[in-house]
């Protein structure tokens, strides 16, 4: 049975007297767990024998089901402070993604949210960007997002001509891929006007037949995700702080000291769930709060499997 992506690539559905494929994936970054990583755990699996190409892997923050893969890094991953402050290395980037040696594969898959749909592949192979959003530090969100960015003093005073430049990089980048798909309409529109081409929608997946649909009224609301200033958990925080209601806030990310400060006293910050715990909060909720416009929104869908109402932005 084919799957959405290779019924989106035409080569792809060639007669089976051809040799097999090789494939790479290329992702951005591995330091962290959101939906972006779900995708690519989806990708691997589809193609288990294709090894993964990322700028940087911190092995102790991504999800245990990349250990055992074959990871492939750029040269910043042995650089110093490159798993806890990436982000230093913003304007070698696109060197970076560009100089992973992609020679030898007929069939790229990136996972990207910046950096990874600029990967050079061979003239005579096919390059499907999988874009989760264009790039938010760069089109969209950018002072909110730039802001939370660990960044050393000296890089902020030079960020004004450092993004003018990116976002030139970022758009000729965007022109790579053969084929774009994307998660959303709404990335689809994004992707339109800042990049000025075309893209095709397939959903991202969400695993919702092990989430129960809840039962009785539900003892409290329930937020979560990455904890990171542009996902405007602090709006959530306050907000339930004020009307002094009962939160439960799920995930991990450099805002949980700051949410900390702001939340009331009936706010419970959980940390890290697995899928399982995930559920049975799910279960047991009033319903769910989103702050963010999401690109697309996997808890959300998620929390709608559990028969919750959501309050989201809109």
Same mark, same amino acid.
């Given at each position: 049975?084919?799957?959405?992506?290779?019924?989106?690539?035409?080569?792809?559905?060639?007669?089976?007297?051809?040799?097999?494929?090789?494939?790479?994936?290329?992702?951005?970054?591995?330091?962290?767990?959101?939906?972006?990583?779900?995708v690519?755990?989806?990708?691997?699996?589809?193609?288990?024998?294709?090894?993964?190409?990322?700028?940087?892997?911190?092995?102790?923050?991504?999800?245990a089901?990349?250990?055992?893969?074959?990871?492939?890094?750029?040269?910043?991953?042995?650089?110093p402070?490159?798993?806890?402050?990436?982000?230093?290395? &913003?304007?070698?980037?696109p060197? #970076?993604?560009?100089? *992973?040696? !992609?020679?030898? @594969?007929?069939?790229?898959?990136?996972?990207?949210?910046?950096?990874?749909?600029?990967?050079?592949?061979?003239?005579?192979?096919?390059?499907v960007?999988?874009?989760?959003?264009?790039?938010?530090?760069?089109?969209?969100?950018?002072?909110?997002?730039?802001?939370?960015?660990?960044q050393?003093?000296?890089?902020?005073?030079?960020?004004?001509p450092?993004?003018?430049?990116?976002?030139?990089?970022?758009?000729?980048?965007?022109?790579?891929?053969?084929?774009?798909?994307?998660?959303?309409?709404?990335?689809?529109?994004?992707?339109?006007?800042?990049y000025?081409?075309?893209?095709?929608?397939?959903?991202?997946?969400?695993?919702?037949?092990?989430?129960?649909?809840?039962?009785?009224?539900?003892?409290?609301?329930?937020?979560?995700g990455?904890?990171?200033?542009?996902?405007?958990?602090? &709006?959530?925080?306050?907000?339930? #702080?004020?009307?002094? *209601?009962? !939160?439960?806030? @799920?995930?991990?990310?450099?805002?949980?000291?700051?949410?900390?400060?702001?939340?009331?006293?009936?706010?419970a910050?959980?940390?890290?769930?697995?899928?399982?715990?995930?559920?049975?909060?799910?279960?047991?909720?009033?319903?769910?709060?989103?702050?963010?416009?999401?690109?697309?929104g996997?808890?959300?869908?998620?929390?709608?499997a559990?028969?919750?109402?959501?309050?989201?932005?809109?």
């Amino acid at each position: 049975m084919e799957t959405p992506i290779q019924a989106t690539i035409p080569s792809m559905n060639a007669s089976a007297r051809r040799p097999a494929r090789r494939v790479a994936l290329v992702h951005d970054y591995l330091v962290q767990d959101g939906g972006a990583e779900r995708v690519l755990g989806v990708l691997q699996t589809m193609f288990p024998d294709a090894p993964t190409f990322v700028l940087i892997h911190d092995a102790g923050r991504s999800h245990a089901q990349f250990r055992g893969r074959d990871i492939r890094t750029s040269f910043l991953d042995r650089w110093p402070f490159a798993h806890r402050a990436y982000q230093w290395y &913003l304007p070698l980037m696109p060197i #970076a993604v560009e100089h *992973l040696d !992609l020679s030898g @594969f007929d069939l790229v898959i990136s996972s990207s949210s910046s950096f990874a749909k600029g990967v050079i592949a061979a003239p005579d192979s096919i390059h499907v960007c999988y874009c989760h959003t264009p790039t938010r530090f760069l089109w969209q969100e950018r002072i909110g997002y730039l802001n939370d960015l660990p960044q050393p003093q000296i890089m902020r005073l030079l960020l004004p001509p450092l993004l003018h430049r990116l976002r030139q990089w970022d758009r000729l980048a965007a022109e790579r891929p053969d084929v774009m798909l994307t998660n959303s309409e709404t990335s689809r529109a994004r992707i339109r006007r800042y990049y000025g081409r075309e893209s095709h929608v397939i959903h991202p997946p969400v695993e919702i037949s092990s989430i129960p649909i809840g039962s009785g009224p539900g003892a409290y609301w329930l937020a979560g995700g990455r904890l990171v200033g542009y996902k405007r958990f602090d &709006l959530v925080v306050k907000a339930f #702080a004020k009307l002094n *209601l009962p !939160l439960k806030v @799920f995930g991990i990310g450099p805002e949980l000291a700051k949410l900390r400060a702001i939340a009331g006293p009936k706010t419970a910050f959980l940390g890290h769930v697995d899928d399982a715990t995930k559920a049975t909060l799910y279960r047991d909720a009033i319903g769910y709060v989103s702050p963010q416009i999401e690109d697309f929104g996997i808890t959300i869908i998620e929390a709608m499997a559990a028969g919750l109402p959501v309050v989201a932005s809109d």
